[in-house]
């Protein structure tokens, strides 16, 4: 349990530990601000990503609250607006970032039309715009009047 296990590159174990063999890298931040994305349930970073951003589905079972995660890819400070359908409601619609923000979303189940619905997220900021699908689920009445 005490044998060294960094800089281990050969047959024949180190004496100590040593960290000449990583090498460290110095990441270089843009002076411009780049707007970023990241959403609830998911690992993908948006712009970049291929993938479309869809935010966990809500229903009107559980009225879950989602976020939204918008950062700074650059080092200047950056405004953002949030448009949306009308049943879609945003803790922050407008707002600044200067490293990240969390934006909370929820539904308004009075306005949501019955069954499945699909609403959009628009995000801008830094010359970017990212859309983000909302999946909300209200099914129709279950036991009709006879």
Known sequence: MDQ???????????????????????????????????????????????????????????KQTRFIDIFNRGKSPFSFEINCDPWINVSVPKGYVDKDARVWVSVEWDKVPEEKSTGILKISGTGTTIEVSVLAFKPGDINPAE
């Not at 100590?16 to 843009?30: A, D, G, Y």
């Not at 002076?31 to 479309?52: R, Y």
């Open 4 to 62: 060294p296990h960094l800089g281990y590159m050969s047959w024949r174990d180190p004496p100590v530990n040593s960290l000449q063999h990583i090498t460290l890298k110095i990441l270089q931040v843009p002076e411009n601000a780049a707007m970023g994305l990241g959403i609830e349930g998911s690992d993908h970073a948006w712009p970049d990503s291929l993938n479309v951003a869809i935010l966990p589905e809500f229903d009107v079972f559980n």
